[in-house]
């Protein structure tokens, strides 16, 4: 490379932004269209949405949140919490203001930023197929408050009516679980291999064996039948909401 953008060094300084190694000024990709050229530019801003994505992700979480970006099939599972990809402000918010060790200011609001930018995936990415089950006790929390509540749960309906998008619950007493081994995810990539993984306090686990990923994937599938049909959660978030 010839030259470099205004406000990179050199073009090894893009290089890394490019492989994305480095976070890249905000404006970069609108002042370097003449000096690397519409294919170029394509790449560093592709780079660039990526990177800033993962800014403000915690270090263990940001290979994962590599493969969500690139999955055709993305499945969820949870029993704790609201998938982070379905939380609404309020809901985020609430999660990171009950984090211990607690987080300063700067921290919070550079998480709250970093997961409302991932959500980004469910528009941007019409052609994967995002699948989520929840736990009706997770909504029945009631974390952060009603308020917070009803907005999760106008979220769930808003997010749960695209056409890619199935937001499943698995009813509070369902006598035939399958989910007992506890929260998943589960990633299709591009080459239709599929990962798994899982995570709490702080660590995670991707999990590539095909033996293990498969049997994950069966449970993922059973419970896809355990829990209430689509027509039904609908009128269950809608109940619940009238209830708050």
């Known amino acids: 490379m010839a030259h ?3 406000g990179c060094s050199s073009g090894a300084g893009v290089a890394k932004i490019e492989q994305g190694k480095r976070f890249p000024p905000g404006d970069l990709p609108a002042r370097a269209e003449e000096v690397l050229g519409p294919v170029g530019l394509k790449v560093l801003t592709a780079a660039a949405r990526s990177l800033t994505r993962r800014a403000g992700l915690a270090s263990w979480f940001r290979q994962w949140a590599g493969i969500e970006e690139e999955a055709i099939s993305l499945y969820a599972y949870e029993c704790r919490a609201v998938p982070g990809l379905l939380q609404p402000e ?3 918010r609430a999660i990171f ?7 300063s200011e700067e921290q919070f609001e550079q998480q709250v930023a970093a997961r409302q930018e991932r959500q980004r995936l469910l528009s941007e990415r019409p052609n994967t197929a995002f699948s989520f089950l ?3 006790a997770v909504l029945e929390r009631r974390l952060g408050g009603a308020a ?3 907005e999760v749960i106008a979220n769930l309906l808003e997010q749960g009516s695209r056409r890619n998008v199935e937001v499943l619950v698995m009813p509070l007493r369902q006598e035939d679980h399958s989910g007992v081994d506890g929260q998943m995810y589960l990633a299709e ?5 599929w990962v798994g993984y899982v995570e709490g306090h702080d660590s995670s686990t991707l999990l590539t064996q095909p033996k293990l990923v498969s049997s994950m994937l069966q449970r993922y ?4 039948s355990q829990a209430l049909s689509h027509t039904a959660t609908a009128d269950l978030l809608r109940t619940m909401r009238g209830a708050l």
């Open 148 to 150: 917070v509540a009803r």
């Open 134 to 136: 929840i736990e009706q």
């Open 189 to 193: 990539r591009d080459d239709h291999q």
């Open 90 to 92: 309020g809901y985020i």
């Open 4 to 6: 470099s953008p205004p």
């Open 221 to 224: 599938g059973k419970m896809r």
């Open 97 to 103: 203001d009950l984090q211990i060790p607690h987080l």
